[in-house]
């Protein structure tokens, strides 16, 4: 079954989230900075979620060298 091929390759391999997550958010808080007026809520959020995406791949890295 090739969704469930898909789920394993990503159940395996998370640095794939992990990255897709750090672009998906770097893109909203740019939304959020160029909107008007400025969504800073918005902005936030996407901040924190970026910084911790960016500490899971730095794990990742880290334990695969």
Not at 26 to 32: G, S
Not at 36 to 52: D, G, I, K, T
Request: charged share 5%; net charge positive; hydrophobic share 50%.
């Amino acid at each position: 079954n090739v969704m469930f091929g898909i789920y394993i390759y990503i159940a395996t391999n998370h640095y794939f989230l992990y990255a897709a997550m750090c672009v998906y958010s770097a893109l909203f808080m740019r939304f959020a900075w160029m909107v008007q007026p400025r969504n800073y809520l918005l902005l936030s959020c996407h901040a924190a979620n970026e910084s911790v995406q960016l500490y899971q791949l730095s794990r990742w890295a880290t334990a695969n060298g």
